[in-house]
């Protein structure tokens, strides 16, 4: 049924601290590598050795540049993926029960084997989480790595999304953000965190944490400076260059 | 988004084929249907080719068409479901309704009777049709009243030019007279909808824009100098389409001129003109014209509603 669950006992999902994602990538490559070849597979590519490679991801990586008045800039990488809603309007939409919300942990599903592939669900949701695969003829979308989560023939550590565990800078937990106490909603409170378009009312589970704001404008300009006069001043330099200093000059 | 051809044809083709049978209906309940074999084979006959195309194109464009059966299991939450369950079970009375008309298997009376219910289950399905797109909180230019007024509308417009040509081809004055009258209103009531559709477009405030999309906003103007893929995918192509909102004015002025002031003035010289040669003509002109400007019409409801995903592509505002 398409109908949402009144509530659901977890809300799994990720946090996103975008001031620590170095925009590299890695979560959206392991995220292929893990769900084309484990339950979700075929994650199908088109040309993916041509001159216009293509295909279905759960996981797509963006960068912006931000600019204020006063001319401040600021860049900022941001991965965008499914957020798990719990008001997810991919569900409520689908015509033959192929999408769903499970009431168990919150994770929004396509059971492949009755989607008719008429693309609703992608129209439905703002965030672009659901991809058409041309070949399989239905959608397909992030699973929040259920078939890694709870698999036991791994080692606990492993059991996280494949983002998660691949992310190198460690901008990505995983965790139940219906539990006040967990470490994730923790993070949610401490820094801040906040849900990507509100107004669409679609209250997703995953939350982004803001980037820190930059240093001030004095201080941004101080980098030319020092290396200007580094090329001159020997002030502040060890004993050994102002040594070479004195005998060259 | 993307205008893909089996859905405009669907939703074209069907709301005139609904079109024809909810005004056949009015006419049987006002006991002004002509009863006549041929006639009622063809006409009957083109409404349901009209229905059933539609309904059958708007499968072509499903990735695993064989299993649109199961499209009609999620009536309680789906508005996609709910239509196709209407236009399932609205063949019912509009098939017996057709029995009687055209071969008189019963009373007239009783003709009328399960018309009319027919009638209601086509207006209810259009219904259903226009809130697949009015019920889309992420495509504002779809998400309001005035998609719902044009679905109700166009369709039986459409549907009444269409009929008004065939009465008159097969020399029903009174039910051609009567026709082309509800056409009219229909033709102007059609474009003033559309006028406010495209005035609420134009003046409407954006719901989403860049910065709420990325919760950047209070940093400053947010613009994407890095994306995700150098090649197209998906998103882009179901939900970026923008090739025609260059052409959108133009497009809007082939619309309103082909799709209602041709024919209304065309309509209109039909209830002046006294029946023969010159006012089939000009009644056929209706025809062909409304379907030119219907399809461009749907063309343009399609490739300038924009998508709130492509605020992560470079849109500053939906």
């Known amino acids: 049924m398409t109908s949402l669950p009144e509530t659901t006992a977890k809300k799994l999902g990720l946090v996103v601290d975008l001031d620590i994602c170095v925009g590299c990538h890695a979560c959206a490559v392991n995220c292929k590598e893990w769900n084309a070849s484990a339950k979700s597979a075929p994650l199908t590519d088109y040309d993916p050795y041509g001159k216009k490679p293509d295909g279905v991801w759960f996981n797509r990586i963006h960068t912006y540049e931000t600019l204020d008045e006063a001319g401040h800039g600021q860049t900022v990488h941001f991965p965008r993926s499914c957020l798990h809603c719990e008001d997810a309007p991919c569900v409520t939409v689908c015509p033959t029960g192929a999408s769903y919300k499970r009431e168990e942990d919150g994770i929004v599903l396509v059971n492949e084997d009755i989607c008719i592939?008429?693309?609703?669900?992608s129209w439905a949701c703002p965030y672009g989480a659901r991809e058409y695969d041309e070949n399989e003829g239905v959608m397909k979308k992030c699973t929040l790595c259920v078939d890694k989560i709870y698999n036991k023939n791994l080692p606990e550590e492993s059991r996280v999304p494949a983002c998660v565990s691949t992310c190198p800078a460690g901008a990505r937990s995983f965790g139940d953000l219906g539990d006040p106490e967990s470490e994730v909603s923790k993070l949610v409170a401490a820094r801040g965190g906040y849900d990507l378009m509100p107004e669409q009312e679609t209250k997703p589970v995953n939350k982004y944490l803001p980037p820190r704001p930059r240093q001030d404008g004095r201080t941004a300009d101080k980098a030319p400076r020092m290396l200007a006069s580094a090329d001159?001043?020997?002030?502040?330099?060890?004993?050994?260059?102002?040594?070479?200093?004195?005998?060259?000059? | 988004m993307h205008p893909a051809k089996s859905v405009i044809l669907f939703t074209t083709a069907s709301g005139a084929g609904y079109g024809m049978m909810i005004w056949l209906a009015v006419l049987a309940a006002l006991g002004m249907l002509p009863q006549e074999t041929v006639f009622g084979i063809l006409v009957f006959g083109l409404a349901f080719a009209l229905i059933v195309g539609g309904l059958l194109s708007s499968t072509f464009h499903l990735g695993r068409p064989e299993r649109a059966w199961r499209a009609m299991s999620q009536?309680?939450?789906?508005?996609?479901?709910?239509?196709?369950?209407?236009?399932?079970?609205?063949?019912?009375?509009?098939?017996?309704?057709?029995?009687?008309?055209?071969f008189g298997i019963a009373d007239m009376a009783l003709g009328a009777v399960v018309g009319v219910i027919g009638a209601a289950m086509a207006l209810l399905t259009l219904y259903f049709t226009s809130m697949i797109y009015a019920s889309l909180r992420t495509i504002p230019a779809w998400h309001n009243g005035w998609t719902v007024a044009g679905y109700l509308v166009l369709g039986p417009m459409n549907g009444a030019v269409f009929l008004a040509f065939l009465f008159a081809l097969f020399g029903f004055a009174d039910a051609a007279a009567a026709m082309r009258s509800i056409a009219l209103a229909m033709l102007l009531a059609g474009l003033a909808v559309k006028l406010l559709y495209w005035q609420n477009i134009r003046t409407s405030a954006p719901v989403s824009t860049a910065g709420t999309a990325t919760g950047?906003?209070?940093?400053?103007k947010v613009e994407m100098t890095g994306s995700p893929h150098d090649s197209d995918n998906y998103l882009l192509r179901e939900m970026g389409f923008r090739i025609a909102r260059k052409h959108a004015e133009k497009l809007r002025r082939i619309a309103t001129l082909l799709g209602f002031v041709v024919p209304i003035i065309c309509v209109a010289l039909g209830l002046v003109f006294a029946e023969g040669p010159l006012n089939l003509l000009v009644t056929l002109l209706s025809v062909i014209a409304c379907q030119i400007g219907i399809t461009a019409e749907r063309w343009l409801f399609f490739a300038e509603a924009k998508h709130a995903v492509t605020l992560y592509y470079g849109e500053q505002a939906v």
């Open chain 1, 232 to 249: 001159e001043s020997t002030e502040g330099a060890g004993v050994i260059a102002r040594w070479v200093d004195k005998i060259l000059s």
């Open chain 2, 75 to 102: 009536w309680r939450s789906s508005w996609l479901s709910r239509e196709g369950l209407a236009a399932i079970i609205g063949f019912v009375p509009l098939g017996l309704f057709a029995l009687v008309a055209i």
């Open chain 1, 117 to 121: 592939g008429c693309k609703l669900c």
């Open chain 2, 216 to 220: 950047l906003g209070h940093l400053g």
